[in-house]
């Protein structure tokens, strides 16, 4: 018999490592303390056994992604395209939580709408209006206005410039 | 902190920072120094509730009292019970003056008790004055036959207390009392003022401790019913001091947990900043508590000020951080309860079965046994404690040498 | 009692209170509309004018903030997915669904018609509450509170739709994540690594941003198109569609409306609450509902809308009744009030009952206009579903850093959002329901501390108290309920089929 080895199961498996942590840390605790995450780790093990015996198992019905009650993810988003893509944005996102701990938000914020617009090839009005506005947007409403305390950037902190 | 503005002209960018440096290094003195500059209020809570309302009060009313007219603005920086906002500015924060915060009035006693993330050292902060002293209460309501100081002492009925949690205010006073003999059970997980409140006039619970301001509603409209009260005298509360009604180390105790009471909300700038920077601070510090607006407006919301100085706050830090090591486990057994195990023989026994001794890491200690709360076994059978004999070996579980033991298991 | 309503009345009427109603009104609605920034942000900002103002004045300026922030934030949980703040997360399960289908317009329109239609019920109810106000926050303690959270909690059934297994494991990782930090109860720090930014655990914010909104990016991203690649079509025609939809499912508005009051009386639940508690409930008993709830169902957003306006007269009568405030943001009003000399507490009923009922008239009026207001811009605000992916993603990605920012001022929350949001796509892709986690870790620390106390307080007897009882009796009902129709349907199939 041939396990069938989804990459879906890498949540799952993952989601048991985690709960298998929690139970050992909490079974340390004092009762009062154990009693919620020790009980809610043992339950969870259990389903998440079953869960990936039924992911595994060949015989059993396929596993659907459906959940009827979120948005489910589409034919389009697990193609190869859009694996990929999804894997672009992803890259932009820790870039830019990259940027942000480097140069701090105001000057990030608008650097990365600058860049996004550069590589998806918009049009110069809007090239530079976006970036422009948003950081002219978040430099007053936030900063100016509400006084914000987003941390200036190690880099820019390094360079002695703020 | 310099703000950005457009992003696309990198050089341009770097140029007016530039220029913002060149700027600063050219105010020399003090008198001159603010002129055009901007002071961060930092504040160690969320907005709303005491702590940002006399943060916001003084960013109204100092700025006019700093030649030069400065800007003040607000920051907020709540978490950790206050713990992030000290960090902030004993560390990131501009050491040029520029920055002052409100920080929580715990400072000394977290740093003492070396709770954990706490990465400041208050030595290294430069006070600038407290705005208000505060006082803590201990009350009881009404639909129960305790009245007095006297009375709870001596109820023979268990007084519930609700509490938030270990560490907080309202657990800690009660603790206190139970430690120095009341009989009294605390209830955690009723968590504000209002809640507790709300317990005692459900009927959950008989009473709670909780500062005096938040308290002083509640008195009035729910007949709450002080007993007596911790930190700065208040005119209205014709109820006794906690010190002068408890034990020798109660009174220890009772004295750490009031001294942060008398910085009861401490205002804090940066270390490094210039001597004479920082006497005008302090100046306009005391001054705007002085001033004429401030003290109609802080009448009008009700809220007490008193202006301590710079250097009594200091004092009050340097008595915290040197309190001795067994005040400071005695405060802290009432945050966690850690036990140790430990097997040995019994070596001697005191006042009728009440004490037992045994060796535990080299030293002769002694454990309390409660007749109602340790629980003794010989050979597995439930017995009481006049039944351990000198020599029986015993596993004991307790809080530490000269605390209670929870259990005594013989053979 | 109707002179006090009626100068409760003219006394917000005077031209100034109005003024400062609409300043208040306008103010709100722009903040709150942003993630992250909430109506407590507002309220700090607006206190410092109060010291010059009269007791009217004061309460128009400061409550209209309150009274209307459930409705403007509901603006970016349907265009962006993005939650505007504690109230409006379940509002995007069928909120954003609609935008997608180029029903934008139509959505918002009902959400601000409902939150109207709510916020007024919750002020009428306040209103019938007032003689009975103090008996009927004292009859619920612990004990309840506790039972009325495991019925929340038996509502992650309902929220995982086909997947049950999946839903509950995914709600009990909700729960797991609400206890990191301090334990309320022993003071132990569990699962922190001596971290100080996990000490005061997850918050609400970036977990939803990080969870809800990313993903959605991503599928922007991935699909190439704006929020909605179908036809707007008549933006009007839209709206109009949307208002009508809240007077068609009126008994719905009312029922949610009513679960809502319910929990603002209780203190401690919070608004969090509310939307899924309605949520949960509308998708029970609504014919038709379990297939539809998630695929853009206007009744979605109508019932998650009317809650958590509701929720605000209900909040206020704990506030009234023993001046002990029904939420943090009350506390904060009340903080304000006082400066003007209004103590909350027995005067309010008695002396200062006229000012009492402005707050009523306020609670109305205000929501009034603020829908008024939202629905002015309605078609405006739906042209946004059309704009382009690569206009949108980079600036919701800003706003979503802002928004998490912004909650507590921590930057490792950022960080928290964007690794929620990586964990939200691959639960998307594995099929693995996501409401049931937010559920776990709102109602986490809250059942576990009403548990905790509740024994401290009658011992594990606590759970046969006649409240308890009759709240488990709905819990049952509630989850019986469905399993029941199901079955009925089912048997009704059969027979047409034979």
């Known amino acids: 018999m041939s396990l069938r080895f989804q990459p879906r199961s890498l949540l799952t498996v993952a989601f048991i490592l985690l709960f298998s942590y929690i139970v050992v840390e909490s079974s340390e605790m004092p009762i009062q303390a154990k009693m919620y995450p020790y009980t809610i780790g043992i339950i969870a093990l259990l389903l998440l056994a079953y869960q990936l015996v039924r992911e595994i198992l060949p015989a059993a019905k396929t596993e659907t992604d459906k959940t009827g009650v979120d948005i489910d993810f589409t034919a389009e988003e697990s193609s190869k395209q859009g694996k990929r893509r999804a894997l672009e944005l992803f890259a932009w996102m820790y870039g830019f939580a990259l940027l942000l701990w480097l140069i701090g938000f105001y000057t990030a914020a608008p650097l990365m709408v600058l860049a996004y617009m550069l590589r998806h090839k918009e049009t110069l009005v809007v090239t530079i209006a976006l970036p422009l506005g948003t950081g002219i947007a978040t430099w007053y409403i936030f900063g100016h206005l509400l006084h914000l305390p987003f941390p200036p950037g190690v880099l820019l902190e390094w360079a002695g410039l703020v | ?310 250097g009594v706050m200091e004092k009050v830090n340097q008595e915290i951080l040197g309190a001795s090591d067994a005040v400071i486990s005695a405060y802290k057994s009432g945050a966690k309860k850690v036990y140790v195990k430990h097997t040995a023989p019994v070596t001697k026994i005191k006042k009728k079965g009440k004490r037992i001794y045994f060796t535990y890491k080299g030293k002769e200690i002694k454990v309390k046994v409660s007749g109602k709360r340790t629980k003794v076994q010989v050979n597995g059978k439930k017995v009481k404690r006049k039944a351990i004999k000198i020599g029986m070996t015993c596993k004991f579980k307790f809080a530490g040498p000269g605390g209670e033991a929870k259990y005594i298991k013989c053979k | 009692m109707i002179d006090a309503a009626i100068a409760g009345l003219i006394g917000i009427l005077q031209w100034k209170a109005l003024l400062l109603m609409m300043v208040g009104i306008v103010i709100s609605s722009t903040l709150v509309a942003m993630p992250g920034i909430g109506s407590k942000t507002a309220i700090a900002l607006l206190l410092p004018i109060a010291f010059t103002l009269n007791q009217f004045e004061a309460i128009c300026l400061i409550m209209s903030v309150w009274a209307v922030s459930n409705t403007a934030n509901s603006i970016t949980s349907i265009l962006f997915s993005v939650p505007g703040g504690g109230g409006s997360q379940a509002t995007i399960m069928d909120g954003y669904p609609m935008a997608k289908k180029g029903e934008a317009a139509r959505a918002l329109a009902a959400s601000f018609t409902s939150s109207a239609i709510g916020g007024i019920i919750g002020a009428i109810v306040l209103l019938v509450a007032i003689p009975i106000l103090r008996p009927l926050v004292l009859l619920l303690g612990p004990p309840e509170f506790f039972m009325l959270v495991m019925v929340g909690i038996a509502m992650v059934g309902a929220l995982s739709g086909k997947a049950p297994v999946k839903g509950i494991i995914a709600g009990g990782l909700g729960l797991i994540i609400s206890m990191v930090g301090v334990h309320i109860i022993t003071g132990l720090h569990r699962f922190t690594f001596d971290q100080i930014f996990l000490i005061d655990g997850f918050k609400l914010i970036p977990v939803t941003i990080g969870l809800f909104a990313i993903p959605e990016l991503i599928y922007m991203g991935v699909k190439g198109t704006g929020i909605s690649d179908l036809p707007l079509g008549d933006l009007s025609k839209g709206r109009k569609q949307g208002i009508q939809d809240a007077f068609t499912h009126r008994w719905l508005i009312l029922r949610s409306s009513l679960i809502g009051v319910w929990v603002g009386i209780i203190p401690g639940l919070g608004s969090a609450v509310a939307d899924w508690f309605a949520y949960g409930s509308a998708k029970q008993t609504c014919p038709g509902a379990r297939e539809t709830f998630g695929k853009g169902d206007v009744r979605g957003v109508i019932a998650v809308d009317a809650a958590t306006n509701a929720k605000e007269g209900g909040s206020l009568i704990p506030t009234l009744a023993f001046g002990i405030p029904g939420s943090s943001t009350l506390a904060l009003i009340f903080g304000g009030l006082i400066i003007v000399g209004i103590t909350p507490g027995r005067d309010m009923l008695t002396k200062d009952l006229h000012l009492t009922f402005s707050m009523i008239w306020l609670l109305i009026i205000g929501t009034i206009i603020t829908s008024i207001l939202c629905l002015t811009f309605t078609r405006q605000l739906a042209m946004a579903t059309k704009l382009r992916p690569t206009l949108m993603i980079p600036v919701i990605l800003a706003m979503a850093v802002i928004g998490s920012f912004a909650a507590s001022s921590r930057f490792e929350d950022v960080l928290i959002m964007f690794a929620f949001g990586t964990i939200g796509y691959f639960m998307r892709a594995g099929g693995w329901p996501r409401p049931p986690l937010l559920l776990g870790l709102v109602l986490g620390p809250i059942a576990e501390r009403h548990m905790w106390t509740s024994v401290q307080l009658h011992g594990v007897d606590f759970l046969w108290r006649p409240g308890v009882l009759i709240i488990f009796a709905l819990l049952v009902v509630c989850v019986a309920y469905p399993m029941f129709q199901d079955r009925n349907s089912k048997l009704r199939a059969q027979e047409t089929e034979s």
């Open chain 2, 1 to 310: 902190m310099k703000k950005f503005t457009g992003p696309l002209a990198l050089g341009s960018l770097l140029a007016g920072v530039a220029a913002w440096g060149i700027a600063d290094t050219q105010a020399v003195n003090a008198q001159g120094f603010y002129k055009g500059k901007t002071i961060k209020m930092v504040v160690r809570s969320a907005p709303g509730g005491g702590y940002d309302f006399y943060g916001r009060l003084l960013a109204r009313h100092m700025a006019k009292y700093i030649p030069g007219n400065p800007n003040m603005i607000v920051i907020n920086m709540p978490g950790a019970g206050g713990i992030v906002a000290a960090n902030y500015m004993a560390s990131r924060a501009k050491k040029n003056g520029t920055e002052i915060a409100i920080l929580t009035r715990e400072l000394a006693l977290a740093q003492r008790t070396k709770e954990i993330g706490v990465r400041y050292d208050l030595e290294k902060l430069s006070a600038l004055g407290s705005a208000a002293s505060s006082t803590f209460l201990v009350v009881l309501g009404k639909n129960q036959p305790i009245r007095t100081y006297q009375q709870l002492k001596d109820s023979k009925k268990t007084v519930l207390f609700g509490a938030t949690g270990p560490g907080s205010g309202s657990y800690q006073y009660p603790s206190l009392l139970k430690k120095d003999g009341f009989n009294v059970k605390i209830i955690t997980g009723i968590i504000g003022g209002s809640a507790r409140f709300l317990a005692i006039e459900r009927g959950d619970t008989h009473g709670t401790a909780n500062s005096y301001e938040s308290t002083r509603k509640a008195i009035k409209e729910l007949g709450l019913i002080p007993i007596f009260y911790n930190g700065a005298p208040h005119k209205a509360l014709p109820v006794p001091h906690m010190s002068t009604l408890l034990s020798k180390e109660g009174k220890q105790l009772a004295a750490l947990l009031g001294a942060p009471l008398a910085a009861g909300r401490p205002f804090y700038t940066t270390s490094g900043v210039p001597a004479d920077r920082l006497k005008l601070l302090r100046d306009a510090f005391k001054a705007a508590l002085h001033d004429k607006e401030l003290l109609k407006e802080a009448k009008r919301a009700k809220r007490n000020v008193a202006w301590t100085a710079a």
